[in-house]
């Protein structure tokens, strides 16, 4: 028997003794439901009990409105579970908020635990092009949970950090199959951009951010009609990205100096800018990584 | 567990794309063999466009001038290694970074009514028809017309009017 049943066992009894002296209430009667395997219509119960006045200021009603809708997430798929999941996450935190005395605050952190890891994998599992928002708001949800799991902010940063970052990862691959893809582009920058704003020398995301720019303005010349001998308007907006990717690229680079696709990138962009020390420069670093004596 | 869990975060890495100006220089020189009429004298079964010693931009010529002709020509991209490799090309394109003297080019296209471009302060005054110059930050062209005229080719209004620094 898993440690939830358990509780769940011991709590319905105690439940049950208590309730015995007055009758059986509605709780009571969703737990023994619950028991006996009717998940949705112990569910139906509690939901009933959560709206009615006389049971929903305890701490009861919103634990096992917790429970139950925990115990029915892990029936279904990551895509449908969330909202159950979210119910049950919102209930538990009703219920700790109402166990002002802190009598149950094992089962109570038990379920928050659970939900919290549950939050954190569903978050990962639909980090995939179809699913993204979901991820996101599911992330956001994590984020609160831990709120009641003491972690401190330099965690939650890096947390944040490593979840953007993969969205934005996702999302490269989505646009390296197809750079026309808008949307995948601007996740790109939305998600770098937010880890920058977190740690602005965050190595990745200033290189991804670099060389995305640095990408879209070379597709611009590249997208540009063959046939066409006027190049004039293609290579001023070229030029644009090239400008915006420059400090992404200079940044990577004081970071790490020894990528040879930023020192590529900034010597192709120095060459646009016509400025040939500086493209010089750094195609020499490139050929001395390159060819290291 | 409570923490991480999301995918590496260092893979996969965004790669970095070509010299983009090569792009432009291919597609400048293609054009340019709508631009000219050529002398009849000059049609053999190909039109060739040859390049001094530049794989990277030979192949952007390739990849664009694929399933494209001029007239009924098919369009054939060498890559010359010295000048001596040189022959019936309809257009020599001579790269910023090569040393070669641009009269010793002109000499042995002038049988074929070659074309010269040129990437170089002055390619003009040394005879080139087409000169690759940077302005504003952008890849321009200044064309000589009386150039031209010594190469008995004939230029079209239109590639006038897109030139800079026409005489």
Same mark, same amino acid.
């Given at each position: ?6 509780? @769940? ?68 798929t ?36 659970? @939900?919290?890891?549950? *939050? ?18 599911? *992330?956001? /949800?994590? @984020? ?15 947390l944040?950090?490593? *979840?953007k ?64 001998l ?6 001023d @907006? ?5 400008k ?12 790490n ?24 420069? /750094? ?11 | 567990?409570?923490?991480g869990?999301?995918?590496? &975060? ?22 340019f ?23 990277? #931009? ?26 001596q ?16 003297n641009?009269?010793? &080019?002109l ?7 070659? #074309? ?11 005879g ?14 200044? #064309? ?8 008995? #080719? ?14």
């Amino acid at each position: 028997m898993n440690i939830y049943k358990y509780i @769940l066992l011991i709590i319905g009894s105690l439940l049950s003794i208590i309730t015995l002296a007055q009758g059986q209430n509605d709780v009571e009667r969703a737990v023994q439901i619950f028991q006996g395997g009717n998940i949705e219509n112990a569910i139906s119960i509690i939901d009933s009990c959560a709206n009615n006045t006389k049971y929903n200021k305890t701490w009861e009603v919103w634990y096992y409105k917790g429970f139950f809708y925990k115990e029915l997430a892990k029936k279904q798929t990551v895509e449908t579970a969330i909202d159950n999941r979210i119910i049950a996450y919102e209930s538990i935190i009703k219920a700790i908020s109402l166990d002002i005395k802190r009598e149950n605050i094992e089962q109570d952190s038990l379920n928050l635990r659970y @939900l919290t890891n549950k *939050f954190n994998n569903d978050a990962a599992a639909l980090i995939n092009e179809s699913n993204y928002k979901k991820s996101e708001y599911i *992330f956001n /949800y994590y @984020l609160k949970a831990l709120k009641y799991q003491n972690v401190d902010d330099q965690k939650t940063k890096q947390l944040n950090i490593d *979840f953007k970052s993969a969205m934005g990862s996702m999302f490269i691959e989505v646009y390296e199959k197809n750079s026309k893809n808008v949307q995948a582009y601007d996740q790109i920058i939305k998600n770098y951009s937010a880890v920058l704003q977190i740690d602005s020398n965050n190595a990745n995301a200033n290189y991804q951010l670099g060389v995305t720019y640095y990408n879209k303005g070379v597709n611009i010349i590249y997208l540009h009609d063959v046939d066409d001998l006027n190049y004039e308007q293609d290579q001023d @907006l070229a030029l644009k990205e090239f400008k915006i990717a420059l400090p992404f690229l200079l940044k990577s680079n004081e970071i790490n100096n020894k990528r040879t696709e930023t020192l590529e990138g900034l010597s192709n962009i120095y060459k646009a800018l016509n400025n040939k020390e500086r493209e010089n420069y /750094y195609t020499e670093e490139l050929q001395k990584l390159k060819n290291p004596k | 567990m409570l923490f991480g869990a999301f995918v590496p &975060v260092e893979k996969p890495m965004l790669g970095i794309r070509p010299d983009p100006q090569q792009r432009v220089k291919a597609v400048f020189l293609y054009n340019f063999s709508k631009y000219f009429e050529w002398p009849k004298a000059n049609k053999n079964n190909m039109f060739i466009i040859g390049v001094l010693d530049n794989p990277r #931009l030979c192949a952007e010529l390739t990849t664009i001038t694929q399933n494209r002709k001029v007239g009924v020509l098919n369009i054939v991209i060498k890559n010359f290694k010295t000048i001596q490799e040189i022959n019936k090309c309809n257009i020599v394109f001579i790269p910023e970074e090569s040393n070669i003297n641009v009269s010793n &080019v002109l000499a042995i296209v002038k049988p074929f009514n070659g #074309l010269v471009v040129t990437e170089r302060q002055n390619g003009v005054s040394q005879g080139a028809v087409v000169n690759f110059v940077i302005k504003e930050n952008k890849l321009k062209f200044e #064309l000589s017309k009386s150039n031209a005229k010594k190469a008995s #080719l004939k230029v079209s209004q239109s590639l006038t009017s897109l030139a800079i620094n026409v005489d």
